[in-house]
Nanobody, 123 residues
């Protein structure tokens, strides 16, 4: 499993970013895949996750209504569209796969992780 995240950057509050995660070495049908973030001095937080067996998506409270996870199987790429960004969204964002087809409940117990991409939201 290899995951390559990209698309981070510095934006102002209210702006949008789209993160990409290029997946290789496995099929997106095999594992649930999600986005996890870590802000300085804070714990890992699951932002969003998509189950592979039924396509059901989950969002953390901070992401609901503003972020959307999607994937394009033909590109083996998972996206995280982030709208109306806030300073508290500043963090390093990671894409990660679960152990199986379902998303981990509670803490972000993902099995495989890509390198992070930094998102900074500041005026």
């Amino acid at each position: 499993v290899q995951l390559q995240a990209s698309g981070g950057g510095s934006v102002q509050p209210g702006e949008s970013l789209r993160l990409s995660c290029a997946a290789s070495g496995f099929s997106l049908d095999d594992y649930a895949i999600g986005w996890v973030r870590q802000a300085p001095g804070k714990e890992l937080e699951t932002v969003s996750c998509r189950q592979s067996h039924n396509g059901r998506t989950y969002y953390g409270d901070a992401a609901k209504g503003r972020f959307t996870i999607s994937l394009v199987k033909s590109e083996s790429t998972v996206y995280l569209q982030m709208n109306n960004l806030k300073p508290e969204d500043t963090a390093t964002y990671y894409c990660a796969t679960a152990l199986g087809t379902g998303c981990p409940a509670g803490r972000p117990h993902f099995a495989s992780w890509g390198q992070g991409t930094q998102v900074t939201v500041s005026s």
